[in-house]
């Protein structure tokens, strides 16, 4: 009688360590936020694990000091999995790939954190450090509590029959579509981790090298439908097709862009609009860069690196052929750009060439309206006898987080004026960049920041005879739009020359700003429309 109350207590005990466990891997994401909550669903990593070490302790005996250390160092890696497993996707909108994209979180870590003081970093490192701290110390207790049972035959036999029992239903259910006993299972974190490491093969020693090089060449086109106009391709960061089909952003953003057609109609430019299939989704913009300009599906960074180690012809050399100087403006290029020499631009301006002085905004700094102005100053306005431009400009103010957002300039001449002082606009607090509500408000609010620069240049600046390209680059991280969306992305085409239009009209565009409900195929298919477009020759590929 004596021995019931202890008895009592390590049962608790048992019980409050497995559950514990159990949370541990089944916990799922609180969207929009980093943030967990816990989920009544059973581990199958735990039941296998659990069935392991009852075999393992009652062939071998208790496990000695290395055997727990590698116990719960592994048990931590699960941890981790789950949460990078239920997180990225519920903040990005895509599945991760451990092997590509662990190589940029150190420039997106810079990004997010580049306007939190000194003392919030200070503050949430040891905060990070503490909860770690905590979940390592709460987990050694769990595990040993286990581990103390399964040191008693009654407990191996206990706890070994109910891991077997929950095994078995789980595979009942995997068995039996009536059985509803799989659903009550959370997806393990196993699988998770192993097709982590075939990705990682695939990435590398299993790729095709080959797949790139031996697509067919782009349409070799003589773009006599521009008459010898400009071509300005713009790339809106993170533009995607939710402006138009979530509520929660159509609505608000619905008179901006009636008040932009109808504007720039009256100044006489005409729209047409389409929607085509991003390569990327919530970032990794240089896929969907590169897919336009080589008119191939450039989906991973596997595929990014084989194009560039080819010498396949892009957009940008189909137009130096024709005569045009070709320009990339790249305000957020802060580093060596080597693709540069793949694409053979003429010139190119980054950050530092386009000499940039005000007030800097966020990680990426320069306003893109001061971008666009300068390079209408340096490249686009009106000289005798010039050569006709193509211009590469991906935007970068609509980028996540989308703050802080730099003033819309009516009065674009301000931007001549030399600023005295360099000037740092005001921290951003740490916690409204990772929540979800916050970050939605903050892109609607760059959605119309780049409408406003759009409409602008094309009312005051903009060369008559051009061509104006806008298509966005992907949609939003899924922590601004949701989880469960398309990758598509809007296209816009702005001319003076309806008969232009008409050429692309014929292919699936729309008149007005409004795309229509059907994409027209991958991004990579805007490249080679646009030079068939503008070719009334209608030339076909040489062979390959």
């Given amino acids: 009688m004596h021995n019931l109350p202890r008895l009592s207590i390590n049962v608790f005990r048992c019980s409050l360590a497995l559950l514990l ?61 789950r949460y990078i497993d239920v997180t990225m996707p519920a903040l990005m909108g895509r599945s991760i790939h451990l092997y590509w994209d662990s190589q940029h979180i150190p420039r997106v870590a810079a990004m997010f954190l580049d306007s939190v003081t000194a003392w919030q970093l200070a503050l949430g490192s040891l905060a990070l450090l503490v909860m770690l701290g905590i979940m390592v110390a709460m987990l050694r207790w769990a595990l040993d509590t286990v581990l103390m049972t399964l040191d008693q035959p009654v407990g191996r036999w206990i706890l070994g029959g109910i891991a077997a029992v929950l095994l078995a239903s789980y595979g009942a259910g995997r068995l039996n579509v009536r059985l509803p006993t799989e659903h009550r299972f959370a997806l393990p974190v196993a699988s998770m981790l192993i097709e982590q490491i075939q990705l990682a093969l695939e990435a590398t020693v299993l790729r095709n090298q080959g797949r790139i090089a031996a697509q ?43 008040a932009l057609e109808q504007t720039l109609e009256q100044a006489g430019w005409r729209t047409a609009s389409a929607r085509v299939e991003s390569s990327t989704f919530g970032g990794l913009s240089w896929l969907a860069h590169s897919s336009l300009l080589s008119g191939l599906r450039i989906a991973d960074q596997g595929d990014y690196r084989e ?70 100053r340096l490249e686009l306005e009106p000289a005798m006898n010039r050569t006709p431009r193509f211009v590469f400009f991906p935007t970068i103010n609509s980028h996540a987080p989308f703050a802080p957002l730099p003033p ?63 298509l966005g680059d992907h949609q939003p991280p899924a922590i601004v739009g949701g989880r469960e969306i398309s990758w598509q992305i809007p296209v816009h085409l702005f001319s003076r020359d309806p008969a232009l239009l008409e050429r692309f009209m014929a292919n699936g565009f729309q008149p007005g700003m409004q795309p229509g409900p059907t994409a027209l195929g991958g991004i990579e298919r805007v490249g080679p429309l646009l030079l068939e477009a503008l070719d009334q020759r209608a030339v076909k590929p040489a062979p390959h």
Avoid at 229 to 234: A, E
Avoid at 325 to 330: E, F, G, H, K, L
Wanted: neutral net charge; aromatic residues 14%.
């Fill in 408 to 470: 819309y300039q009516p009065d674009w001449r301000a931007f001549d004026a030399p600023a005295h002082a360099v000037a740092v606009s005001g921290p951003v607090e740490l916690n409204e960049r990772l929540d979800g509500e916050a970050l939605a408000a903050a892109y609607i609010q760059s959605v119309r920041y780049n409408l406003a620069m759009v409409g602008g240049y094309l009312r005051q600046y903009a060369p008559a005879s051009a061509l104006l390209v806008v």
């Fill in 216 to 258: 067919p060449p782009l349409l070799n086109s003589n773009l006599s439908g521009l008459k010898g106009g400009d071509l300005l391709v713009m790339f809106f960061e993170s533009y995607g097709a939710l402006v138009f089909d979530d509520p929660r952003f159509a609505k608000p953003l619905a008179g901006d862009f009636a």
């Fill in 21 to 81: 466990l159990n949370l541990a891997l089944t916990f799922q994401n609180r969207w929009p936020t980093p943030g967990v909550r816990g989920v009544l669903e059973f581990s199958l990593d735990l039941i296998v694990l659990l069935l392991a070490l009852t075999l393992l302790v009652a062939w071998r005996g208790p496990l000695g000091r290395w055997g727990r250390g590698l116990l719960l160092g592994g048990f931590i890696i699960l941890v981790l999995g």
């Fill in 307 to 376: 194009l560039l180690a080819t010498d396949r012809s892009t957009l940008v050399q189909s137009f130096a052929a024709a005569g045009y100087r070709t320009v990339a403006v790249m305000p957020g290029l802060r580093y060596p750009w080597p693709e540069g020499q793949f694409y053979r631009f003429a010139e190119i301006y980054n950050a530092e060439r386009l000499d940039y002085h005000g007030p800097a905004y966020g990680w990426w700094a320069i306003p893109d309206q001061y971008s666009l102005y300068r390079i209408h």
